[in-house]
């Protein structure tokens, strides 16, 4: 085993080099008072928490990214690393009591925070939690990946002068901050998965940036054990990594649990797609997938010139449980929308243009003067004119027992109820729906709306006569 280890530390000294005892002491100084918990960095736990929580509630990245930046709590984890791994007590505890007490800060007063945005009309309602609160409760593997990427940067970049310029990206990256107001935020609002999944990401981060920043430092040289004994892996970093991999199982469980999920949401997208493509004129705007227990909770957002009937809804319901064999509920909300036809502008025409010059006028000819002479008074002309110019029906019984209505559309809503007998004008337009021809009419009190074309009886339409007198 001691074999193993030191052909691992040997590997790795080929890429790492060893620090100079003074540029190891600059780290132990510059670790140390970065660590401390002192007013400039409680100071900057409240900067960034602040900023953090705004972002989150406003769902604003651009506005976490810069709490990001700050970071403070990057230093007493990198503290935690070193103390760790130079079995420097006094370092480690500071480290500790730091991280403790920033990350109580910052769970507080974003709890304040998002307390004191419920009741103040400046950001958007809590009931619909932001994506950026929702993004920060289910961490898989792959953040625990990005934390370790995250910890062996920082440490090298922190060791390197000339890398420095690298801390801020690590900052972001890692992403401490944000997860520790994720929980003051699920805190306020009541939801305790909120709260425990962002416990978790942090956990997660914190752990395994400490490890990844300790065996850097043990590669760079900073050890407490004489020379030949330094090749040897010291127990504290074994223990990080015995801590890491321990995480690595409620990470993998989340992980199963989001490709389960995923994979249902795409068979729910499936199925809605193959159903709705019987309905033409029906466009899938929107699917909303809750789970509660068992069951799973769909709000779709459907745009079609015509509802679909509640018979449609539960047949659309159906094909749902059968394909995800689950309890399933599901609400519609239907958008009423018509579509035209792409219209085309006036062509241009040209048009005179004025000249100085004038245009000859009509010529002066002589003209006999009419003489008025008694003359009878003209006698009006009979014409004829038709009173309607459209198709007329009028309503009969067709052996139906039902109140026959004028509906707004084909299976829509009732505009008017048509006594047998009445007279309708056709409006040239007609369409099947549910195994009926429907016809588009006017009544008498120029409602228009549509009825089947069974309950029609085209009559004849009589001439009517006027007259018009002459002047």
Known sequence: MMEEQN???????????????????????????????????????????????????????????GAMVVAPLMSPILGVGLGSITADGKLTHNSITALIRGAIVAILLSALLTLTNIYLPFVPSLLDIPHEILSRTQPTANDL????????????????PNLSAALPG?????????????IGVGLALGRWDIAGGASLLFLTNAVTIAFA????????????????????????????????????????????????????????NT?????????????LVEIIINRVDQEIQLEITLRSSSSLSYAQVIILQEALVARLDKTVSLVVDQVRSERVDPLFPPTSTPTTTET????????????????????????????????????????????????????????????ALLPVGAILFELNETMTYDGWVWVKVEDEQHQIGWLPEIYLEEISVTPTVTITPLN
């Open 145 to 160: 990946i990005i934390a370790l990427a995250g910890g062996l940067a920082a440490a090298y970049a922190l060791s390197q």
């Open 271 to 283: 199925v809605l797609e193959t159903e709705l493509a019987e309905y033409p004129d029906t466009e």
């Open 356 to 415: 100085s010059t004038p245009s000859p006028g009509p010529s002066p000819t002589l003209t006999n003067t009419p003489i008025s002479t008694a003359t009878p008074s003209p006698s009006p002309t009979v014409t004829s004119t038709l009173a309607i110019i459209l198709r007329s029906f009028q309503v009969i019984d067709a052996a139906i027992p039902e109140d026959i209505y004028l509906l707004d559309e084909p299976g829509g809503d009732v505009i």
């Open 213 to 268: 920043s300790s065996l850097v430092f043990f590669l760079e040289g900073f050890s407490p054990r004489r020379k030949k004994e330094s090749e040897r892996l010291p127990k504290s970093l074994l223990t990080a990594a015995a801590l890491t991999a321990i995480l690595l199982i409620p990470l993998i469980i989340v992980g199963a649990r989001l490709v389960t999920q995923a994979q249902e949401n795409r068979l729910i």
């Open 7 to 65: 052909g691992f530390h040997t590997w790795l000294s080929q890429y790492i080099k060893p620090l100079n005892r003074n540029r190891r002491h600059e780290i132990i100084t510059e670790i140390r008072t970065a660590a401390s918990p002192g007013f400039d960095y409680f100071f900057l736990v409240v900067l960034s928490a602040a900023i953090a929580t705004l972002g989150l509630i406003n769902d604003s990245p651009a506005v976490i990214i």
């Open 170 to 182: 690590v900052a972001i990256a890692t992403a401490l901050m944000p997860p520790l107001c994720t």
